[in-house]
C-alpha cells in the first residue's frame, strides 16, 4: 500500500504508477499537432509536450519546462523566464518545504 501522498502531485504520481495507461504516440494526434497563437512549440525540435507526457512531468515542473523552452521565441522572453522561475518556487515550497 502506498504512503499517503504530501501533495496533490504526488497523489497524481501514486495514481499513475498504480493504473497501467495506454500509450499514445503523441506525433499522430491531431490536436498535437496545431497550436493556437503562434509556432514557439511547433519550431522546437522535441515539443514540451511530447516531453512533459513522456516523463510524466507535474503541472508545476511542466509549465517551468514549457516557459524555459519559449523564453526566446515569443514576446517578452523576461517574462516567460519570471514564470519559470515562480514554477520552481511553488514545487520548492510544496514538495521541500522552503519559502
Do not use: W
Request: proline share 2%.
Amino acid at each position: 500500500m502506498a504512503s499517503e501522498p504530501k501533495s496533490m502531485d504526488e497523489a497524481i504520481r501514486q495514481t499513475v504508477q498504480q493504473k497501467e495507461f495506454k500509450k499514445t504516440d503523441m506525433k499522430k494526434l491531431a490536436a498535437r499537432n496545431k497550436q493556437v497563437g503562434g509556432n514557439h512549440y511547433k519550431d522546437c525540435k522535441i515539443q514540451p509536450i511530447d516531453f512533459i507526457m513522456e516523463n510524466n512531468l507535474t503541472f508545476c515542473e511542466g509549465n517551468a519546462l514549457k516557459y524555459i523552452t519559449r523564453h526566446r521565441r515569443k514576446g517578452d522572453g523576461a517574462k516567460d523566464i519570471h514564470k519559470a522561475i515562480h514554477y520552481l518556487e511553488m514545487i520548492l515550497e510544496v514538495e521541500y518545504g522552503e519559502e
